[in-house]
């Protein structure tokens, strides 16, 4: 090598340790494989996932973490930490009063009178035990040199009780949420019983408080995926070609490096019972912003008035009429269309990786054979 041009090398490197990378946190009730995958496939880091109650209670939550990672030997660089297991203010009674107020919510999650939790009696998982999830988002978000993205997916609890501690926080974060949804009551009414549960905001529902402060505070940037969660739904034609590149069904049987491709198609057949890509399309927007195709600027505050059927629920406001100092508001990106076709491609490039041994190399091969 000629001195000069280690010269330009060593000035690259030096500039390339300047310049931040985007890294990310994901906080749900619900972690899948794929909302780690996404980001990870787009080359951000994750520096780990926190967990906090909603579909299931916290320690399911944590569970479903730990499962989302083994089938990738993902274990050993994503660390997953336990975060609140339960809300600012509501309880199993308070939430239940409300609904004998103003009527059921179709899906209630962890507090659903007849819950049980998914973890098997004899299941032994792994997660950091050192230090709970609102402490670690703070002292992740302190210490990083990087842009930290934070993918909310669940309640916002464990962001609200950070907030609580270090308001300056958010201007460090870029904050992505699932939910948010917005003039679906029509849809509500007419759809039936799964459209409404569609259009019901419930990681905000369970925890209005909480949502409430997450979503007014002053993010350094804030992007609610709203109504187009709900409309995303996995298709027999992602199926086929997950099945095709990966090379038959037989293949995906057989391959341990197809684990999560496996655990998606399973027989190649579309369940009948299919629910919406509701947290992955929020981790996609975060991982590969340019899939939006539509949205608009708007202030957003949470509806935290128990006495009010919209409790919990995403209110707009326009900007010159915004009170100036009762309900704070945040400003938010709100998404309206993405790229479907694009979507579906990180999620073919996601799953059909090699991912066992990302912790040691930093990167998954494709195992893609078209
Ligand atoms: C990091 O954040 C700063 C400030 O918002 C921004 O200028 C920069 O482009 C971001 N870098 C990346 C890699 O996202
Ligand atoms: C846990 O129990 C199930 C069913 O009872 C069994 O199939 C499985 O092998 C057990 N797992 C462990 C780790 O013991
Ligand atoms: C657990 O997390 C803490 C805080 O981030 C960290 O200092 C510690 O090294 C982690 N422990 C393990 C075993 O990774
Ligand atoms: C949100 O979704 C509902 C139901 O599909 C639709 O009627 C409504 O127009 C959507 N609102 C926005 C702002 O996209
Ligand atoms: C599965 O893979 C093993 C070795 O990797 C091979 O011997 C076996 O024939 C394969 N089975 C099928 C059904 O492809
Ligand atoms: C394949 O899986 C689907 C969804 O889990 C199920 O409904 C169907 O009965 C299965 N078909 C066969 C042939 O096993
Ligand atoms: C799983 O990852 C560890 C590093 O964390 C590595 O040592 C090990 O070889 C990997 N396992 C497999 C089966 O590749």
């Known amino acids: 090598m000629k001195f000069s041009s280690c010269l330009l090398n060593t000035a690259a490197l030096l500039l390339g340790s300047n310049v931040a990378a985007e890294v990310f946190i994901v906080d749900n009730d619900t972690p899948t494989s794929l909302q780690v995958l996404l980001p990870l496939a787009a080359g951000k880091k994750v520096l780990g996932i926190t967990t906090n109650l909603g579909d299931y209670d916290t320690e399911a939550a944590t569970y479903e973490a730990a499962m989302a990672l083994s089938p990738g030997n ?3 660089c994503v660390p997953v930490y336990k975060g609140a297991e339960q809300p600012l203010v509501l309880d199993y009674n308070t939430y239940h009063l409300w609904q004998d107020l103003y009527g059921s919510i179709v899906w209630q999650g962890a507090w659903d009178k007849t819950y049980e939790s998914p973890v098997p009696a004899n299941a032994t998982f792994e997660y950091n035990k050192t230090v709970g999830a609102p402490q670690w988002i703070m002292d992740t978000v302190k210490n990083s040199k990087d842009n930290v993205t934070i993918v909310a997916a669940g309640t916002m609890t464990n962001l609200a009780i950070a907030l609580a501690q270090w308001p300056e926080m958010a201007e ?15 849809a509500q009414v007419t759809g039936g019983d799964f459209v409404n549960d569609l259009y019901s905001d ?4 369970i925890d209005p408080e909480a949502a409430q402060r997450a979503l007014s505070a002053s993010w350094r940037e804030l992007v609610i995926v709203g109504n187009i969660s709900s409309q995303v ?10 099945v095709a590149v990966s090379g038959g069904l037989a293949t995906i049987e057989n391959k341990t490096s197809l684990a999560y491709v496996k655990e998606t198609v399973g027989n190649g057949t579309l369940p009948s019972f299919n629910l919406p890509y509701w947290d992955e399309v929020a981790s996609a927007i975060a991982a590969a912003p340019d899939i939006v195709t539509g949205s608009y600027e708007a202030y957003v505050s949470v509806d935290t008035s128990f006495s009010s059927p919209f409790y919990g629920s995403l209110r707009m406001v326009p900007s010159d009429l915004r009170a100036k100092k009762g309900v704070k508001t945040g400003k938010a990106t709100m998404i309206t269309s993405i790229d479907v ?6 999620i ?3 799953l ?19």
């Not at 419930?202 to 529902?205: P, S, T």
């Not at 066992?356 to 054979?369: D, K, L, M």
């Open 74 to 76: 993902l274990t050993s």
């Open 172 to 186: 460090k974060v870029k904050l992505v949420i699932m939910g948010g949804y917005v003039d679906g009551q029509m």
């Open 202 to 205: 419930f990681n905000l529902m």
């Open 233 to 242: 739904f996995p298709t027999q034609n992602l199926y086929n070609e997950l």
């Open 341 to 346: 076709d694009k979507f579906n491609d990180l």
């Open 348 to 350: 073919v490039d996601a």
């Open 352 to 370: 059909v990786r090699d991912w066992t041994n990302y912790c040691t190399i930093g990167n998954a091969p494709s195992v893609a054979i078209l």
